[in-house]
Nanobody, 115 residues
Framework: QVQLVESGGGLVQPGGSLRLSCAAS????????MGWYRQAPGKQRELVAR???????NYASSVKGRFAISRDNAKNTVDLQMNSLKPEDTAVYYC?????????WGQGTQVTVSS
């Protein structure tokens, strides 16, 4: 089993930056895939960025060049640096992990981009 705890959401103006962090309850070496999803009001949850079996992460096209996912194996954390934020990035952001073919989710953290 994996527990995920997110932090770092908040309110930011358009063009600003935020950093989200997700702490896992076990070594992320043992986790098959880990990353971030988001869900805006009235929309389906969508992939933002994640690490899978390879070392190169994959990103949603809407965030490429603005967001960067990183991981710290020693701290068992996966972070999402979000730059040049737009109002359409407003959503609840969820950390996700796949461990032995089972999905785990964090509680979510709200990101609001508004002037």
């Amino acid at each position: 089993q994996v527990q995920l705890v997110e932090s770092g959401g908040g309110l930011v103006q358009p063009g600003g930056s935020l950093r989200l962090s997700c702490a896992a309850s076990r070594s992320i070496y043992s986790i098959n895939a880990m990353g971030w999803y988001r869900q805006a009001p009235g929309k389906q949850r969508e992939l933002v960025a994640r690490f899978t079996s390879g070392t190169v992460p994959n990103y949603a096209s809407s965030v490429k060049g603005r967001f960067a996912i990183s991981r710290d194996n020693a701290k068992n954390t996966v972070d999402l640096q979000m730059n040049s934020l737009k109002p359409e990035d407003t959503a609840v952001y969820y950390c996700n992990a796949v461990y032995y073919s089972r999905e785990y989710w964090g509680q979510g953290t709200q990101v609001t981009v508004s002037s």
